[in-house]
Structures are given as structure tokens and as C-alpha cells.
């Protein structure tokens, strides 16, 4: 699962594996076997890889982020939000039908 986790963060971020690879100093090779589950990472680079995705070592080894960081996401999104909201409430025109359709698409497809 760790390796699954890396190579989606890596994904995430829009980096290859060499670019990562040249990013933590080690080869490419090593970034694909971490992300097969073929190799371990050491601690230190376990760091590093938190660093470089902007997670926690504990997101990295259990997948789970930790309340902190729950409120933290919880808090950007609610600002997020919060400026959506008043920038569709400025608006001086309606919100035309595919508008309406993308934004409704969003909202049902993070309900659960």
C-alpha cells in the first residue's frame, strides 16, 4: 500500500519518476521499486517524501491523515468554498445550464 500511495502522490503532482528520483537523489530505479513494493524507503527518505508531496509520514505508511490535517484540509476547503459561494452570489448574470450541471456534478460527486 505504500508504494500504491507513492506512486499516486507522485502522480498527483505531476512528477515522472525521474524527476522525482533526481528531486530525493537516488535513481529512478529505486523510485519504481519503492512503488512496487520491492523496496523499502528508509526513514529519512520517508521524510523526504512527505516533504516533497506535502503529506504526513503517517498518511504515507497508513493512508490515514491525522485530525489535525483533517482540520487543516477541512478549514482550506471551507474557505474554498466560501469564496465560490460569494463569487457565484456577485455575479450579475444566472448561472447558465452547464454551470449549473458542472457544479451540481461536483456536489454529488463528493456526497458520502
Same mark, same amino acid.
Given at each position: &500500500?505504500?508504494? %500504491?500511495?507513492? %506512486? %499516486?502522490?507522485?502522480?498527483? #503532482?505531476?512528477?515522472?519518476? =525521474?524527476?522525482?528520483?533526481?528531486?530525493?537523489?537516488? @535513481?529512478?530505479? #529505486?523510485?519504481? &521499486?519503492?512503488?512496487?513494493?520491492?523496496?523499502?524507503?528508509?526513514?529519512? &527518505?520517508?521524510?523526504?517524501?512527505?516533504?516533497?508531496?506535502?503529506?504526513?509520514?503517517?498518511?504515507?505508511?497508513?493512508?490515514?491523515?491525522?485530525? =489535525?490535517?483533517? &482540520? %487543516?484540509? *477541512?478549514?482550506?476547503?471551507?474557505?474554498?468554498?466560501? =469564496? =465560490?459561494?460569494?463569487?457565484?452570489? @456577485?455575479?450579475?448574470? @444566472?448561472? @447558465?445550464?452547464?454551470?449549473?450541471?458542472?457544479?451540481?456534478?461536483?456536489?454529488? *460527486?463528493?456526497?458520502?
Amino acid at each position: &500500500m505504500l508504494g %500504491a500511495r507513492i %506512486a %499516486a502522490l507522485r502522480r498527483q #503532482a505531476g512528477q515522472s519518476q =525521474a524527476e522525482l528520483a533526481q528531486i530525493l537523489g537516488v @535513481s529512478p530505479s #529505486a523510485i519504481g &521499486m519503492y512503488e512496487q513494493g520491492r523496496r523499502e524507503p528508509s526513514g529519512a &527518505m520517508l521524510v523526504a517524501l512527505a516533504r516533497n508531496f506535502g503529506v504526513s509520514t503517517d498518511y504515507l505508511l497508513t493512508g490515514k491523515v491525522s485530525q =489535525a490535517e483533517r &482540520m %487543516a484540509i *477541512t478549514g482550506i476547503l471551507n474557505n474554498r468554498l466560501d =469564496a =465560490a459561494w460569494e463569487r457565484i452570489r @456577485s455575479r450579475r448574470d @444566472s448561472l @447558465s445550464e452547464d454551470e449549473v450541471a458542472v457544479l451540481l456534478a461536483a456536489v454529488l *460527486t463528493n456526497e458520502g
